[in-house]
């Protein structure tokens, strides 16, 4: 190891283990596996990451419903086999609201009661998003729909660096509001790397009258080119590509991240894992949670 990389990994241990962060709570998402190895991949994460006892985790549903199946599979083993709370994500695409409804019908008659309500990329081979004619066309509406359904604990999705089709930051933090209003629970913010730009968006989301918590998504970065890929469709800024140090710096860089955002009162975190388990162990090793008996 070079020695910039052993002074930040040391400076970054004794900045995180001389406190005491106090009471932390987490939860991580997951994208369900179209092979048989990603999916030896995803419960290995699974396995790895259950002792933290997360307050639930989230699993993902791709472009215009093309994982439903999958997601749905994902969710109902997770409940099934592992002492997790699991959280599936639904979206407006590609489907009509009774479909969506139905959906929902099916979770609930399982036992799930989370879900994370998305308006949605577009549809594959579309350029822009265009909701479905008899669908709810964003995710206030999807919200609201949900809750005829059923007393869904339901997340939001909010954007600190501004999504990329709202014509100005006020007109997202005011349709910020409307989700909320329709519903949701709670807030989880796409991925940044400022804890600034995440502190900044929170105070003026509590301006803008959102009241639910705002819970900061966390990125370990393992794949650069990967989470490049992703931040083009969420309007991410993302640090410059230096791809011989970014595996090195990576848990510095999210711990201190992290440590940032705790002594700035944020005490709640919902971590991207890319079914990747270890970086994200790590960090929560760093920020003070233990594995917990599990019961199962």
Same mark, same amino acid.
């Given at each position: /190891? ?16 001389? =406190? ?5 709570? @987490? ?10 190895? /990603? ?7 699974? *396995? ?10 989230? @699993? !993902? ?12 599979? !994902?969710?109902?083993?997770? $409940?099934?086999?592992?002492? $997790? ?5 639904? !979206? %407006? ?14 979770? =609930? ?37 949900? *809750?005829?359904? &059923? ?24 349709? $910020? ?9 709670? @807030?989880? !913010? ?13 105070? *003026? ?13 966390? /990125? ?13 469709? %969420?309007?991410?800024?993302? $640090? ?7 595996? /090195?710096?990576? &848990? ?5 991240? %992290? ?16 079914n990747r388990a270890e970086l994200t162990a790590g960090i929560c090793h760093l920020l003070g949670l233990r594995a917990k008996e599990t019961g199962r």
């Open positions: /190891m070079s020695s910039v990389a052993a002074t930040i990994d040391q400076a970054t241990a004794f900045s995180l283990l001389d =406190w005491d962060p106090g009471p932390l709570s @987490v939860s991580f998402e997951f994208f369900p596996p179209n092979s048989a190895k /990603m999916e030896e991949t995803l419960w290995g994460a699974i *396995k790895r990451l259950e002792p933290l006892a997360p307050d639930f985790v989230s @699993v !993902t549903y791709g472009a215009g419903g093309s994982t439903r199946e999958r997601t749905h599979n !994902t969710v109902a083993r997770i $409940l099934r086999e592992t002492s $997790l709370t699991p959280a599936a994500h639904l !979206t %407006c695409v590609g489907a009509s609201s009774g479909e969506i409804d139905d959906i929902a019908r099916r979770y =609930w008659d399982e036992g799930v009661r989370h879900i994370v309500a998305l308006r949605g990329d577009p549809a594959d081979g579309a350029s822009h998003y265009t909701p479905h004619e008899d669908g709810y066309a964003y995710a206030a509406d999807l919200v609201a729909g949900l *809750k005829k359904v &059923g007393d869904f604990d339901i997340s939001v999705a909010g954007y600190p660096d501004v999504h990329p089709a709202a014509p100005s930051a006020q007109f997202d933090l005011d349709y $910020l509001r409307k989700k909320v209003d329709a519903g949701a629970s709670r @807030v989880i !913010t796409q991925y940044f790397f400022d804890p600034a730009t995440f502190l900044r968006f929170r105070d *003026k989301a509590r301006a803008a009258g959102v009241k639910t918590p705002i819970v900061p998504g966390i /990125m370990p970065v393992t794949n650069f080119a990967q989470v490049r890929r992703f931040s083009a469709g %969420c309007g991410a800024v993302v $640090l410059d590509d230096d791809p011989a140090t970014t595996r /090195m710096v990576a &848990g510095a860089i999210v711990a201190e991240q %992290c440590r940032q955002l705790i002594a700035a009162g944020v005490h709640e975190f919902h971590f991207y894992t890319l």
